[in-house]
């Protein structure tokens, strides 16, 4: 019987200690935050980023910890730290695409827009080599599958006939506005598509 005790004993211990070490693995959210204020500090110095576009990055991403602190009264969930992955996600994915190509996010009629380094709006047709790369690579390193691309690739062409329809009469900036808004939607799907089945954060996706 005592032998019996101790084993139990023994299994418990070994169970809660591979729990307690299975959750310390996710990363909390402020503690990611180091990495992303590089990667917004580099933007501005390298004149990817406007101080505008870093501070609302750094807000959006101080919005990200409040919501975690809330979760965390009743003690987080799996689904909420998936939540949470998520939305860091999409956070890293807007820094990201607002980096490159010279292609700045500028605040424009009060509201973001994709402009050059001149300060010249970005139409949609553009911006279609950058996303051919970003599907491109996605496809040689296994993240996307043929289907996957061909049907994001579909979603750009319906934007950028949206975007021929606008110009009939001329484009407005409501109008770039909400091509911008269509634009950065499809460009948060590649990076959620290409990053599907990566282990993240600890855990699989959720």
């Known amino acids: 019987m ?17 729990g307690a070490a299975s959750a310390q693995q996710w990363m909390p959210i402020n503690a990611r935050q180091a990495v992303l204020e590089q990667r917004i500090d580099a933007g ?7 101080r505008t576009e870093a501070q609302t990055l750094r807000g959006d991403f101080r919005a990200l910890a409040d919501m975690e602190a ?36 500028d605040w424009f009629g009060g509201r973001d827009a994709w402009t050059d380094n001149r300060g010249r709006w970005v139409n949609i047709q553009q911006r279609k080599v950058q996303l051919d790369r970003r599907i491109d ?16 690739r579909a979603e750009f062409n319906g934007i950028l006939r949206m975007e021929a329809r606008m110009r009939v009469n001329g484009l407005s900036v409501q109008e770039r506005a909400e091509l911008d808004r269509q634009f950065d939607g499809l460009a948060m799907r590649v990076r959620d598509e290409r990053r599907d089945g990566n282990r993240r954060y600890g855990y699989n996706n959720f």
């Open 137 to 152: 690579q996605g496809v040689r390193s296994g993240q996307l599958n043929a289907r996957e691309a061909a049907r994001l």
């Open 70 to 105: 809330r979760y965390r009264v009743d003690g987080l969930s799996m689904s909420e730290r998936a939540d949470l992955d998520r939305r860091f996600d999409r956070l890293e994915a807007r820094v990201s695409f607002e980096r490159v190509d010279n292609q700045r996010r």
């Open 44 to 50: 501005v110095r390298n004149g990817d980023l406007t």
């Open 2 to 18: 005592k032998k019996l005790i101790l084993t139990a004993v023994a299994t418990a211990a070994l169970t809660f200690t591979a």
